[in-house]
């Protein structure tokens, strides 16, 4: 049951935080964006283009984004999360490891209502949450620290922070 997204045009930033930043560069991990996601430099998060033209909404998948992070780490072990559906509970993603395909499984976590506050903010040159934290998930935790081969991040941490637009105009 698909219908349109919930404006045709817009952004938004994944942004993570400063224990994230560094420990991607302390560990070098590379950040890459698997299109249309758009990796940041200095690896402080990701870009991706929001819109009607790129997601959907499905009254029971959730909302869909193409795409996605990859995260590979100096050994070149990688895994990454595309074609992520945004449900009540968390962000689901096909995971790959080491481009492996794992299934579908549940990468982040959220609060539904800590974004809400901020939902429809002014901001960008349109609207949107400009507080939403992401949160890694025991699953993507493991296959993080897996990749990395070692124990950088614990489920439950804060992944990263989604500050959003939307515009009803280019």
């Given amino acids: 049951m698909r219908m349109p997204y919930f404006t045709p045009f817009g952004y938004a930033n994944f942004d993570f935080p400063p224990r994230i930043v ?3 560069n302390d560990n070098e991990i590379a950040v890459e ?3 249309p996601f758009q990796a940041k430099p200095a690896k402080t998060g990701l870009y991706l ?3 009607s033209h790129t997601n959907h909404i499905d009254a029971c998948m959730g909302v869909y984004y193409p795409g996605g992070p990859k995260f590979v780490s100096k050994t070149g072990n990688s895994v990454a999360a595309e074609n992520i559906w945004l449900r009540m509970d968390g962000a689901y993603a096909t995971v790959k490891i080491n481009g492996v395909t794992q ?3 549940m990468v982040a976590t959220y609060n539904v209502g800590e ?3 901020t939902v429809m903010t002014p901001h960008g040159g349109g609207v949107g949450p400009t507080y939403w934290p992401f949160h890694f998930s025991p699953y993507f935790a493991q296959a993080f620290n897996q990749t990395a081969g070692a124990n950088l991040v614990s489920a439950g941490e804060l992944f990263a922070n989604l500050d959003a ?3 009803f105009a280019p």
Avoid: A
């Fill in 49 to 51: 283009p929001i819109g």
């Fill in 22 to 24: 560094g420990l991607l």
């Fill in 165 to 167: 637009v939307g515009k």
């Fill in 33 to 35: 964006g698997i299109t």
């Fill in 115 to 117: 974004m809400m506050p």
């Fill in 103 to 105: 299934g579908e499984r």
